[in-house]
Every structure is written in structure tokens, then in C-alpha cells.
């Protein structure tokens, strides 16, 4: 009886030659994916929050490029579409080279609403997505002086 559990024994282990391999290698190959994937979603998360930052730093500048005037004996701040596109203009052009200006205008005369866009591309696998992928951030701030 000990014998045939013996051959028995050797038989199963000649049979599993090699599959311990297949599934280090498929474990490998996966791990690369997710790790693939992590790296592009982050530097993707990445980019449009400086595209963010970029949008609310030149709402900003251009909240704070108004015309002043006195009446009624109070000082009133007016934005006007021109003043506001030349302050994002400025600021955009001061801190970033990727971002480009869309649009920059005054709704109601008191807030600065600016649009930027930018281009991400993947830091590893740019095969997949070789034009990048648009991304696009629009911001408001409101004058100090009203």
C-alpha cells in the first residue's frame, strides 16, 4: 500500500512541474499593470489640480484689476471683460507655460470668472494616449472692495 501512495506521490509532483512559474509570472505581469495605472491616474489627478491652482491664482489676479471710483463719497471697484483678461493673461503667463487662457470676463462687474485648459500625457505608457488628454479648470473670485 505505502508503495502505490509513493508512486502516486511522484506522478502528481512530475505533473505540477512548472505551473508555480506561470503563476509568478502572471502575478508579475499584473502587479506592473496596477502599478502602471496608479502612476497614470496620479499624475493625471496631479495635473488638473495645478491646472486648478493655476485657475484660481489668475481669477484672482484679475479679481484684483479693477477700475476705481468714487460715488456717493464710497469708493467703488467695477471689473470690466478687458481688465480682467489682461490681469489672467498676465498671472498665467507668470506661472505657468502649459496652461493657455480661455475665456476671462466679469458676469456682473464684482467677480472675475477665468477658464484655463492644458494638455496631460501619461509619464510611462504614452502609446495608448499619444495626442494627451485635454483637461480644462474654470475659477471665480470676487473683488475685495465692493
Do not use: N
Not at 502528481?12 to 506592473?32: E, P
Not at 495605472?37 to 484679475?62: E, G, M
Not at 480661455?102 to 462687474?109: I, N
Request: charged share 20%; proline share 3%; aromatic share 4%.
Amino acid at each position: 500500500m505505502r508503495r502505490v501512495a509513493a508512486q502516486h506521490t511522484r506522478t502528481r509532483d512530475a505533473d505540477d512541474d512548472g505551473s508555480v512559474l506561470i503563476l509568478t509570472l502572471g502575478y508579475a505581469v499584473l502587479a506592473i499593470a496596477v502599478i502602471l495605472v496608479c502612476t497614470a491616474a496620479t499624475s493625471l489627478y496631479l495635473a488638473q489640480k495645478q491646472l486648478d491652482a493655476v485657475a484660481d491664482a489668475a481669477a484672482l489676479a484679475a479679481a484684483d484689476g479693477f477700475d476705481l471710483s468714487v460715488a456717493g463719497g464710497e469708493p467703488v471697484a467695477r471689473l470690466t471683460d478687458e481688465g480682467v483678461r489682461r490681469e489672467a493673461e498676465a498671472m498665467i503667463g507668470a506661472v505657468s507655460q502649459d496652461a493657455r487662457l480661455l475665456t476671462a470676463s466679469t458676469p456682473d462687474g464684482v467677480s472675475a470668472r477665468v477658464t484655463v485648459a492644458g494638455q496631460w500625457h501619461p509619464p510611462i505608457v504614452t502609446v495608448f494616449v499619444p495626442e494627451g488628454v485635454a483637461l480644462e479648470s474654470t475659477a471665480t473670485s470676487r473683488t475685495a472692495l465692493r
